[in-house]
């Protein structure tokens, strides 16, 4: 079979359509201007990262490089993630990538944020016969998640990922060109006013606490299943609570009788949907930034963040039992290969 440089090249285009980056976020429907490499630690590329063992997997590639401003936000306030394919506002990310969306939070620093200093504020997976994926698409690319109201003034990390499913029927260590997609992206805060004095404490690390036989990263997205188990921890609370880290795989499960509980059967939560901000998007940040929870001897200076607020609704925990026949995978293959 012969190829032209006409159909290559269209393949490719398919591919990386396949994929998502990280556009902007807003603070309480308030967009903020274009985040990319100023606010947000943008990857070089959409490609997943797949190899549970790479530092990539926290904050992916460029992950330790930080930007030079902050969002300015306080506990309490509604975040919304604004995720796009190639142009902002175009189709998203390929339906064929259903999975959860998950969003984490650790005291700010200037590497690339591998270790125990993770706490998860939100999650979404599966319910009411959908994917929060599928969710984000009908939004526009958007999701809303809520900061901890208790939250402690100070400086960030807040890490939102996707994990796609459509080829997790096996895992990268046995079949490295299949696998968990994950896309992963950390964003820069500041938080301030407010007397919240809770620091995140959960101490998950994604290198050692995600597992290839976890239930939600080894999941056959094709064959019939009467629930999801959302990777990771229970939720933080935010108030104190969240805990030890309790290891990966003990998430929120969504049943067939629509209950949402933590492996242990405690009832749990719902996660944050997506919801449509409003305001139009701001100038970018100027003057200096303060207060950094995770001192360091040689901080960067940075603009003055953009003004921040957030706030999130809870998702529906109503689940069906659901058969979804492949659909190819991504389109094309990936350009230049997975992480």
Known sequence: MHFSIATLALALASTVSA????????????NQPDGRKVYIRSPPNNDPVKDLSSPNLVCNVNGGKAVPSFVKASGGDTVTFEWYHNTPGDDIIDLSHKGPIITWIAQYTTGNGVGP????????GFSSGK?????????????????????????YLVRQEI?????????????????????PVCVQFEVSGGSGSVVPNQGFDFNTGYKYTDKGIHFNLYQAFSSYTIPGPAVFSGNGGGGANPGSGSGTTISATGTATTETGAPTGG?????????????QPTGQPT???????????????????????????????????????????HKGGHN
């Open 19 to 30: 994929h998502s980056h990280l556009y902007r976020v807003a603070i309480n429907g308030d």
């Open 271 to 283: 996660a944050p949907t997506g919801g449509q901000p409003t305001g139009q998007p701001t100038g």
């Open 131 to 155: 994917w929060a994926v599928e969710r984000l698409v009908a939004n526009k690319g958007r999701i809303d998640v809520k900061l901890p109201a208790g939250l402690a003034a100070g400086k």
């Open 117 to 124: 200093i993770w706490s998860k504020i939100a999650e979404e």
């Open 291 to 333: 207060g950094n929870p995770n001192p360091n001897p040689n901080p960067i200076p940075v603009p003055n963040p953009v003004p921040t607020t957030l706030q999130t609704k809870r998702r529906p925990t109503v689940t069906k039992t659901v058969t979804v026949r492949p659909t190819g995978g991504c389109k094309g293959g």
């Open 163 to 183: 994990i796609a499913h459509h080829e997790s029927d096996k895992t990268f260590d046995t079949t490295p060109a299949r696998g968990a997609q994950f896309y």
